[in-house]
């Protein structure tokens, strides 16, 4: 009797040492990847503690009102600067858009060539640097493909890693050349990304309520969808086709939201022809969209 109590006991003690506990957790190791294989996995990265960028850009210009309130034709000229589109009274708006507060408002075209995610990536970076400067530097993107020396496909594991590693300079000193590529550069640019980060878990699409946080954190959004025929002729209308949606092929920038369309307003970089001068409206949780949806940090070096 006393042997079978004494293995009962050892049995117990073994199973204590054994299972985890909440205080605890276990702990999962990581096999060391090999140097060839592709990244998988964005580095985890902290952002820096920051105002939440709406609200330093709302005050900017609620300075910027109250210093004009007194000069009705200086307030036009400042809306009109901003880049504030007209909302049209048919479609009552409610929600968020960064371009009512003169950000992300330039549209640019890649051309024919698959230059979408390095365009999203560098647009990303510019629309952080508009927020956190108060400047309008126009970022190139043909650094980004030059270092890269890639003028195709990539994603946001490529474009954000080499804006913080080389980071990119101004359009008009290095003009973006189509899918063509220059030599490697050598020396390091000033405009950076300090620190990026998915706004989700990269194995799923990102939440409406994720990606709302992360627009009013950092401002306008990487992300990936499923571009279909029809989102390539859209004129502007709401883009909400019921699918089924092909994997990802296009990369957008998210700029608001409004919650009578259940949309996103994205900007898009296939010129001003494109949807309404360039923008357009995709319904919630239709062509894909929120997959590998980035957030992006900028800085600028002297």
Not at 122 to 151: C, F, K, M, S, Y
Not at 196 to 224: C, D, M, S
Request: aromatic share 8%; with cysteine.
């Amino acid at each position: 009797m006393k042997r079978v109590l004494l293995t009962l006991v050892m049995v117990l003690l073994v199973a204590a040492v054994v299972a985890p506990s909440a205080a605890h957790p276990p702990q999962f190791l990581l096999r060391p990847r090999p140097s060839t294989a592709p990244l998988l996995v964005a580095p985890k990265t902290t952002p820096p503690v920051l105002p939440p960028a709406h609200l330093l850009v709302q005050a900017r210009h609620q300075q910027a009102q109250a210093h004009h309130k007194h000069d009705k034709k200086s307030a036009q000229n400042l809306d009109q600067q901003a880049g504030a589109p007209a909302r049209p009274a048919r479609t009552p708006f409610r929600g968020f858009d960064w371009t009512m507060l003169g950000i992300a408002t330039r549209v640019r075209d890649q051309g024919r060539a698959g230059t979408c995610w390095a365009h999203a990536g560098v647009e990303a970076l510019e629309a952080n640097l508009e927020i956190r400067t108060g400047t309008l530097p126009l970022l190139a993107v043909q650094p980004v493909l030059d270092q890269l020396q890639d003028g195709g496909g990539g994603d946001a594991l490529l474009v954000f890693p080499e804006l913080q590693k080389q980071g990119t300079g101004l359009a008009k000193d290095y003009p973006y050349l189509v899918g063509k590529l220059n030599p490697r550069r050598k020396e390091e640019l000033p405009y950076k990304a300090l620190a990026w980060g998915f706004v989700h878990n990269p194995a799923r699409p990102a939440t409406v309520a994720e990606i709302k946080a992360a627009l009013l954190q950092f401002g306008p959004v990487y992300t990936t969808l499923s571009a279909t025929d029809a989102f390539m002729r859209n004129r502007g209308e709401v883009m909400a086709e019921k699918g089924p949606f092909p994997e990802v092929n296009h990369a957008v920038l998210i700029v608001g939201w409004d919650d009578n369309r259940k949309a996103w307003k994205i900007k898009n970089s296939w010129g001003p022809r494109w949807g309404d001068k360039g923008f357009g409206w995709v319904a919630w949780g239709r062509y894909r969209i929120g997959t590998s949806t980035a957030w992006v940090q900028g800085v600028v070096q002297p």
